[in-house]
C-alpha cells in the first residue's frame, strides 16, 4: 500500500501524538519502578505448585524465580543489600529453586557470595549450612559452592571451626576426579590456621601416602608444605 | 458527530452479534465453577482463594475477549472493503476512528460490568466497584491498542501478536525492570544500558502491572485518588495511542 506523505497528517494529530507522547513518559518517569522491600518477600508456594505454574518449563520459572529473589531487597548504591532480609524465606526460595532445577548453579552461587556475606554472622552461618546441605545432595558438581562457603567460614566470618568441618565434609563426599586438589586439601589449610600443627602433618601425610595423587606437581607441593610444617614443630617456633 | 454515534453502534451491534455475551456468560460459569472447586479443597482462606483466582481469571479473559473482537470486526471491515467504503464518506478519518473507538469503549464497559456481577459474590462492594473502574481504563487501553494494530498492520495474526506481547510486557515490566537494575556492584557499562533500556521501554508502556488489582478485593480498595490517577493514566494512553493510529491513517492512501 503507498502511503501519503506526512504533510497529510492534519497538525492536531500531530499536537496530540507529540504532547501525548510527552506526557506518558512524564507519568512513567515520575513512578520510576522500585526493589521490592525486605518484608515484601513472601514464602514460596509448594513445589508441586511452582511446577503447576511452570507449565512444564520448571528450568525457566527456575531462573526467573532466581533473578526476582535476587531483586528484592536490592537498592542500587547501597553497600549492604539484602541484610534485612529473612533468611528462612530466603532459604526457602532457594530450596524450592533447586528443586526446579536442580542443576542450576545461580542458587548456590547466590547462597555463598551473595547471602553469606552479609554482616551477621548468623545469616551468614545459616547459609553456609544451607551450601553445605544441597552440596551433599550432588558433591560432584557443586563442591565449588562449599569450598568458596569454607573460605567465606574461615576469612570473613573467623570461625574455623566451622571452616575446619565445612572443609572436611567436601574432602569426604566429593569424588578426587571432579574437585581440584586445593578443594579437595583445604581441612589441612586450616587445620593449620588454627595452629593443629601435629593434625595438619597427619593429614598431608595421608594425602601423600594415599597413592591417589595422581600429579607429581601437587605431589611436590604437598610435600614441600609438609616439610615446612615439620620444620615448625622442630623448631618450636611461635604458633601464627 | 451523526457518524460518529452510528459507527459506534454499529460497533457494538456487531460485538453482541458475535455473541459476546454467551462468551462472557461461558467464561464466568467456568471461573465460578473453578472458584468452587478451591474452595472445596482449600483448608483456609478458601474465600480469598476463590476472589484471587476469579478475578485473575476475569481479568485476563477481559482482556483477550477485547483484542479478538476489535480485531475479528475490523479485520473483516477491512477484508469486506466496508473500511474502505465508510472512509469515502465525506467525513475526517478521525470521526472513524473515534466512531469504531467509542463503539468498543462500549463493549469495555459492558463486559467489565458483567464480570464484576460474580465478584460481589465473594468480596465487598467498595472493593469490587474499584476493581471494575479499574479495569475498564485498562481495557480502553486494550481496545485502543488493538485498534492501533489491525489499523497499521492489517493483518489478524500479525495484530494479536502485537497486542499479546503488548499486554504481557504491560503486565510484567515493573519486574523487569527492578531484575534489570539489580545488577551487582560494581554495574557494567552493559549492565547501566540494559536497565536505561528497561527504563526506555516502561515509559512508553502503561502501567498496566499496578491497576485492577485482586488485592482490592480481599483486603483494602483503593482511594479515590489513585483510581483517578488510573483513569488519567487510560485517557493519555488511549489519546496517545489513538493519536498513533491517526497518523498511520492519514498517511495510507486509500
Redesign the interface.
Known sequence: ??????S???RM??A??AA??A???A???S??????HAEELASPPAAAVLRLASFGEPIALAKLLM??L??AD?R??D?LPYRDLDYGRVEAWLDRILELDPAGQYPLLAASR?YAEVPDPAKSRRMLEFVRRQFLADPDRRWPWLAHATIVAKHRLHDLPLALSLAETLERNVDPRSAPAWARHMRAFVLEDMNELEAARAVIGGYIDSGRLQDAQERRLLERHLQEIEARLAGGRPTR | MRFVVTLASITVLEALRERLLWLAALVIVAGVALAQFLHQVAITESREIQTAVLAALLRMSAAFIVAIVVVSGMAREWNDKITELLLSFPVRR?LYVLGKFLGYAAVCGLLAVVFAVPLALYARSSGVLAWTASLVCELLIVAAVSVFCMLTLTRTLSALAAIAGFYLLARS???I???A??T??P?SLADRLVARAA?AI??????LDRMTDTAWLIQAPPGIGVLAAFA??SA??V??V???A??DL????L
Open positions: 500500500m503507498r502511503e501519503r506523505p506526512v497529510a497528517v492534519p494529530v500531530l496530540t501524538l501525548a507522547l506526557g506518558q513518559i507519568i512513567r518517569a513512578h520510576p519502578a522500585r526493589a521490592p533473578l526476582n535476587q531483586a536490592y542500587a548504591g553497600p551473595i | 478521525s515490566m515493573s519486574t525492570q527492578v531484575i537494575q539489580a551487582p556492584e554495574a527504563d516502561a515509559w512508553i508502556l502503561p502501567a488519567a493514566q493519555l494512553y489519546a496517545l489513538g493519536a498513533a491517526l497518523f492519514y498517511r495510507k492512501d
